[in-house]
């Protein structure tokens, strides 16, 4: 139980394009996700937060109108990064935790992206 | 600021070794504290929760909680190669949703 999936897994883009990834809970309701990032050799950093239906709380230092979270359904929560940098690339995680264990967050195998 | 300290390590222990992985907490009212194990490369794997004081186990973990002391500790007994990893302390504050993660320790296993 709590499966989390991600997709794609990795994604190489060229600058200025934009990159959606998804974020799904497969045997569980998600009513919270979870957006980290972590770079190289670094910890992980909370992006944002998604609770479904409503808008994503971003932690500070975060431009949310260059990582668009969206989290339409209970299973399901987006994160696209518009007009992607070099310095965007990273690993993108996402976690999810249900409205049962609202404390116990279960993260996704990750997205490698590298912007070119 | 909340806070979870870990020592980075590397910890070093030869195979068949119990390793010892301590954690830190500067929030009195953090409830909750789980142990997540970090593969290169790879995304967090939860490994163990715990809520009361006192040992939790679970196969050849065992997870340790002293809310006076604010610590926590996760003991891997019978240490494989294949536990070598970054294992990450994370604590809920008792309020919101959010976790605090600290840095990690990094464990290698030597045969």
């Known amino acids: 139980g709590a499966v989390v999936s991600q997709h794609p897994s990795r994604v190489i883009c060229k600058s200025g394009t934009s990159v959606k990834i998804e974020c799904r809970s497969l045997?569980?309701?998600?009513?919270?996700m979870f957006w980290y990032r972590q770079f190289p050799k670094q910890s992980l950093m909370l992006m944002a937060t998604?609770?479904?239906?409503?808008?994503?709380?971003?932690e500070q230092g975060v431009e949310k109108d260059k990582f668009l979270i969206n989290h339409a359904s209970l299973t399901l929560s987006t994160l696209t990064v518009t007009s992607a940098h070099p310095e965007d690339s990273s690993f993108y995680i996402c976690?999810?935790?249900?409205?049962?264990?609202?404390?116990?967050?279960?993260f996704g195998p990750g997205t490698r992206l590298t912007v070119l | 600021q909340k806070e979870v300290e870990q020592n980075s390590g590397p910890l070093s222990v030869p195979e068949g070794a119990i390793a010892s992985l301590n954690c830190t907490y500067s929030d009195r009212v953090s409830q909750s504290f789980f142990w997540y194990r970090q593969y290169s490369g790879k995304s967090p794997e939860l490994i163990m929760s715990?809520?009361?004081?006192g040992d939790k186990e679970d196969g050849r973990f065992t997870a340790q909680l002293n809310k006076a002391s604010q610590y926590v500790s996760l003991l891997i007994r019978d240490s494989q190669p294949s536990d070598s990893a970054t294992y990450l302390c994370a604590v809920h504050p008792g309020g919101g949703n959010k976790l605090t993660f600290g840095t990690g320790t990094q464990l290698k296993v030597e045969l």
């Open positions: 045997d569980f309701q998600a009513t919270t």
């Open positions: 976690s999810a935790s249900s409205s049962g264990t609202t404390d116990t967050q279960y």
């Open positions: 998604s609770n479904e239906g409503s808008k994503a709380t971003y």
């Open positions: 715990i809520y009361s004081n």
